[in-house]
């Protein structure tokens, strides 16, 4: 018995999005095939195997078409990739311009990879790479002629084994009908390719207060931060960390996503962009703060709240915290 050759693409969508945005660009897709899963802040994952038939349309011309959906009835610029999984399509979206798709086809996914930086990999951050970098290994090629018993010295067993099946291009998993969670996002793209910590920091930072401010006017609390970073070579790293309790308080996230930043080891990485985004989202009322005998936080959250009814009064910009003034 044959098993049909799956056609999985990935969109990233190059708009800022509301929730209710992101959730019509979902609903326009579910038109086109019921297996599409979000992928927040910006992209969703479509299983087109079965739409094909229907639409009696080639994957990649299946691909355009949503495409070209999307810019017409939303507005909304996007990239493609396509393949014949879920970790393939993403790579090759992440590898395609704005407007442009990258079809791995089937049988091509081991060229496709073998030159590509180890980097483009899921689940390899900065630290991991460096080690990679150490030994001479920068390419996913190089991984995959490294036998198999030097790769797990070098990085452990579990992860040795999971680069492996990665760097072969294997990923089992199916596209999976959700909707997008609840959540917040603020993200900042560079104007030019970013070396410099110090400006790393006071981004993500920024990020940080612009969640607390967004999270105080509609009266909810986070549970949850994810920062996700963009490179000059179109690869990004993603890290999510719960936050100790849910909160709004601006301080307690900007030390959670600065402790995602220091996690990321970036050194003198080339960033393009930063966005955090905030989920396991809560009504304030619902959630619970640990008493704090110390006067030091009710005087900070006292401020705080002072400082938001000046932006509310005198604009946006009107207090700013004391790290991020010019």
Not at 48 to 59: C, G, H, K, W
Not at 312 to 320: C, E, S, T
């Amino acid at each position: 018995m044959s098993t049909r050759q799956r056609h999985i693409a990935h969109l990233h969508l190059h708009a800022a999005l509301s929730e209710a945005q992101y959730r019509d660009a979902i609903e326009l897709m579910s038109g086109i095939t019921p297996h599409v899963q979000a992928v927040p802040p910006n992209a969703v994952q479509l299983d087109l195997t079965s739409a094909l038939r229907y639409f009696d349309l080639s994957p990649y011309d299946m691909v355009q078409t949503t495409m070209m959906r999307l810019k017409a009835l939303y507005g909304i610029d996007s990239s493609a990739g396509l393949a014949s999984n879920r970790m393939l399509a993403a790579m090759a979206a992440d590898a395609s311009a704005p407007g442009d798709t990258t079809w791995v086809r089937a049988g091509q996914a081991a060229d496709w990879l073998y030159p590509r930086p180890v980097t483009a990999l899921p689940g390899i951050g900065r630290a991991t790479a460096d080690t990679l970098h150490r030994y001479g290994l920068h390419t996913i090629g190089q991984l995959t002629d490294l036998p198999s018993a030097t790769l797990q010295r070098l990085l452990g067993a579990g992860q040795a084994r999971l680069l492996t099946e990665r760097a072969r291009g294997h990923d089992p998993r199916p596209v999976v009908p959700a909707e997008p969670a609840a959540h917040l996002v603020a993200d900042l793209a560079l104007s030019r390719d970013c070396l410099d910590p110090d400006r790393h920091h006071r981004a993500v930072l920024g990020l940080a207060d612009r969640i607390g401010q967004r999270l105080r006017a509609e009266r909810q609390f986070a549970g949850r931060l994810t920062l996700t970073v963009r490179y000059a070579d179109r690869t990004s790293t993603t890290r999510t960390r719960a936050l100790p309790e849910p909160t709004d308080h601006s301080p307690a996230l900007a030390a959670t996503a600065l402790g995602l930043l220091t996690s990321l080891g970036l050194q003198r990485a080339r960033v393009r962009a930063f966005v955090l985004r905030a989920d396991d989202l809560r009504p304030a009322g619902s959630a619970y703060r640990q008493l704090s005998m110390d006067p030091t936080d009710a005087r900070a959250r006292a401020v705080e709240a002072a400082a938001d009814r000046a932006r509310r009064r005198f604009g946006p910009g009107a207090v700013r915290p004391a790290a991020l003034a010019d």
